[in-house]
T-cell receptor, first 114, second 111 residues
Framework: DAGVTQSPTHLIKTRGQHVTLRCSPI?????VSWYQQVLGQGPQFIFQYYEKEERGRGNFPDRFSARQFPNYSSELNVNALLLGDSALYLC?????????????FGPGTRLTVL | SQQGEEDPQALSIQEGENATMNCSYKTSINNLQWYRQNSGRGLVHLIL?????REKHSGRLRVTLDTSKKSSSLLITASRAADTASYFC???????????FGTGTRLQVFP
């Protein structure tokens, strides 16, 4: 069975541009969470989506948005990119909404903003 | 901001030795989890301990939780070179819908 997949693997953008990152959860998983991991730090929670609705939001500006589709895949959108948005963006899926369930992480998308 | 703070930031040991990492957090939690990350890739879930549990084992891993001190420890026994990775604690806060990660401990196990 396939794990969590993310695309693209790497991405280079310039300041002010927009980016869309994609995540496909494990089959049967209805919850998708997004995290930003800056080099040398732990992942920071951005969003959780469950059954296509936003269930949790971290301390990120409105430039960050996400959505979940009927097949439970998800997109993370970041507008007006800043240099500080350079990071590894991780997606995790799980069976249910709460975090008692094991989170399965994808390999991440490494975003570089120049 | 991150809730968990891990200690030490880095740890180097020889194969066969035990490795202990500590995590402190700030607010009441539902559960605490430990994850491993190899070379900046995706994280792998290791173990979850609920707020009403004090100790949990999984293979060579032993996790303790002291909610009165808001701290947890991860012990890896008989370490192997393959255990070389960064280890993170993560907490689900009480009445929150967030999973908050700590700063991580970088473990290096020398053969």
């Amino acid at each position: 069975d396939a794990g969590v997949t993310q695309s693209p693997t790497h991405l280079i953008k310039t300041r002010g541009q927009h980016v869309t990152l994609r995540c496909s959860p494990i089959s049967g998983h209805k919850s998708v969470s997004w995290y930003q991991q800056v080099l040398g730090q732990g992942p920071q929670f951005i969003f959780q989506y469950y059954e296509k609705e936003e269930r949790g939001r971290g301390n990120f500006p409105d430039r960050f948005s996400a959505r979940q589709f009927p097949n439970y895949s998800s997109e993370l959108n970041v507008n007006a990119l800043l240099l500080g948005d350079s990071a590894l963006y991780l997606c995790a899926s799980s069976l249910a909404q709460n975090f008692y369930n094991e989170q399965f992480f994808g390999p991440g998308t490494r975003l570089t903003v120049l | 901001s991150q809730q968990g703070e891990e200690d030490p930031q880095a740890l180097s040991i020889q194969e066969g030795e035990n490795a202990t990492m500590n995590c402190s957090y700030k607010t009441s939690i539902n559960n605490l989890q430990w994850y491993r990350q190899n070379s900046g890739r995706g994280l792998v879930h290791l173990i979850l301990i609920r707020s009403n549990e004090r100790e949990k084992h999984s293979g060579r891993l032993r996790v303790t939780l002291d909610t009165s001190k808001k701290s947890s420890s991860l012990l890896i026994t008989a370490s192997r070179a393959a255990d070389t990775a960064s280890y993170f604690c993560a907490t689900e806060g009480y009445n929150t819908d967030k999973l908050i990660f700590g700063t991580g401990t970088r473990l290096q196990v020398f053969p």
